[in-house]
């Protein structure tokens, strides 16, 4: 398979470089994976989709202040990007410099605190912090909210609230869920009164989500590894929906890689664990029937995993027709719920 394959033209203007007025007001193309159908909708109508006994399983991971400006002791200009919290007092993270910062060399933040470089792990550095205070809460304090590149402003006020799920409760990503993004406590509690259950499972975002795929051959790609989380009680209901008819709908592509990690052969376990699953056309799922998610990048890791989920010529349609009709892409962008094609 080769990257050319998953490209496609998206007018710069499409890229949502704001959330919509409110959650819900985002639009809903729905697609249905064996009949190629597709269905100009509103967000608002999710409920519509969702019958008593389905299981809807969302990913209650919290957006951390990951981004920060340093000054190596030569007085050069650093930005980092917290990857991933190791412990209270160390982290791996990308680093932009003009030149590559030297191991032991001190990251200067604020006037009594920083970071100093440990090491490299393959493209991430080890940072341990030189600070009172533990690691999360120091980078509430000091950091800022990672928007994603393709966002080309700063963040403000309304993405202190906005580019957090209203459920988001476990910090540790770097990037948000951004499936959840359209849901309110009003829809949720909606959901709830249909007879829907939901259920959560933890996967830590990593800037790796961004990370563009370098390789002729998409086979080749290695993906960063995330921390994820299934929850027995998540567990439960998933079974449970699958013995009594009921469906499972994973609530973004970090959802679906979580269960479909933790289904291993195709037994769905609990558990905590790292994933670097890859997700590519002719992929067998296991646990999934139904997927809510966003519009994605051309030639990215997660156009590919949509792909595998709708069919590839089915998705590459549904993409095309989302672009004619003025669908807003990525982050804060429109919605799309897939029933997956079966194999």
């Not at 009949?35 to 809807?56: N, P, W």
Request: hydrophobic share 40%.
């Amino acid at each position: 398979m080769k990257i050319s394959d998953f490209d496609f033209q998206l007018p710069e203007q499409l890229i949502a470089q704001l959330p919509a007025e409110k959650r819900r007001h985002s639009r809903l193309l729905t697609l249905d994976g064996n009949t190629g159908e597709v269905r100009d909708r509103m967000f608002a109508e999710f409920a519509d989709f969702l019958r008593a006994g389905d299981v809807m399983v969302f990913n209650d991971t919290r957006v951390i202040k990951a981004r920060l400006f340093a000054a190596k002791e030569s007085g050069g200009k650093v930005e980092i990007l917290i990857e991933r919290i190791l412990d209270e007092r160390h982290a791996l993270a990308m680093i932009r410099a003009s030149h590559a910062p030297k191991l032991d060399s001190y990251l200067r933040v604020t006037q009594d605190s920083g970071l100093t470089v440990l090491g490299r792990e393959n493209d991430l550095y080890k940072l341990r912090l030189d600070a009172a205070a533990p690691l999360l809460e120091w980078l509430e304090q000091h950091g800022s909210l990672p928007l994603p590149p393709y966002i080309s402003r700063k963040p403000d006020n309304i993405d202190e609230s906005r580019y957090q799920t209203v459920y988001a409760s476990k910090p540790g990503a770097v990037a948000a869920p951004t499936a959840g993004l359209h849901f309110d406590e009003d829809m949720l509690a909606a959901l709830r009164n249909k007879g829907v259950k939901l259920v959560y499972v933890t996967l830590h975002v990593g800037a790796g989500t961004f990370q563009p795929v370098r390789v002729e051959d998409v086979r080749d790609h290695q993906m960063h590894s995330e921390w994820y989380h299934v929850p027995q009680e998540t567990v439960d209901a998933v079974l449970e929906a699958k013995a009594s008819g009921g469906r499972v709908l994973a609530v973004g592509t970090t959802s679906l890689r979580a269960l479909e990690s933790a289904a291993g052969q195709g037994q769905l376990h609990s558990g905590y664990g790292d994933t670097n699953l890859f997700i590519l056309p002719g992929y067998q799922f296991h646990v999934v029937d139904r997927l809510l998610t966003n519009f994605h990048l051309p030639k990215s890791t997660l156009f590919m995993l949509v792909c595998a989920f709708g069919g590839m010529v089915n998705m590459k349609r549904a993409y095309r027709h989302a672009v004619e009709e003025l669908y807003r892409f990525f982050s804060y962008g429109d919605a799309m719920l897939i029933e997956r094609q079966d194999t």
